[in-house]
């Protein structure tokens, strides 16, 4: 079974978000840290070379993989910044709904940039999922 190659790492999340070269997206990023901070009550990580993650939590499939992941986070990408909402979105159509211009794939919340979405609902989405995650992993 192949080993998962992004995992928690001692890199500098403030170092790596200081290599963000647009403006408004890196300081987008700094905004998101604080919202995730305070979400998970974790302190950011480097999760692989691009990803910022909160917290962490134990995951087994019935295929016998098992692994690490986090919480929430986040990546500043090249189109947009890529939220990481480890519960899905099944559960949360009500939050999106005021949520404000974005996408979304299987747990990827695509934001161009936070001025375009409510704040208020964003952080209420984080700590949703975040409980979630949290009530649905014993070992979390």
Not at 59 to 80: M, T, V
Not at 91 to 115: A, F, M, N, V
């Amino acid at each position: 079974m192949a080993e998962l190659k992004t995992k928690m790492n001692d890199a500098s999340v403030d170092a790596f978000l200081n290599t963000v070269v647009d403006e408004r997206k890196r300081q987008d990023c700094f905004t998101l840290v604080d919202l995730m901070t305070e979400a998970t009550g974790a302190q950011p990580r480097m999760w692989g070379d691009s990803i910022v993650g909160f917290g962490e939590y134990h995951y087994k499939y019935a295929s016998g993989r098992e692994g690490n992941w986090f919480l929430a986070g986040f990546a500043p990408r090249k189109q947009n910044l890529t939220l990481y909402i480890m519960s899905g979105f099944d559960q949360y159509d009500e939050l999106l709904g005021k949520l404000g211009k974005h996408s979304t794939g299987k747990s990827c919340l695509y934001i161009k940039r936070l001025d375009d979405v409510d704040m208020a609902t964003l952080r209420e989405l984080v700590v949703e999922s975040v409980q979630h995650m949290i009530q649905n992993n014993p070992a979390t």
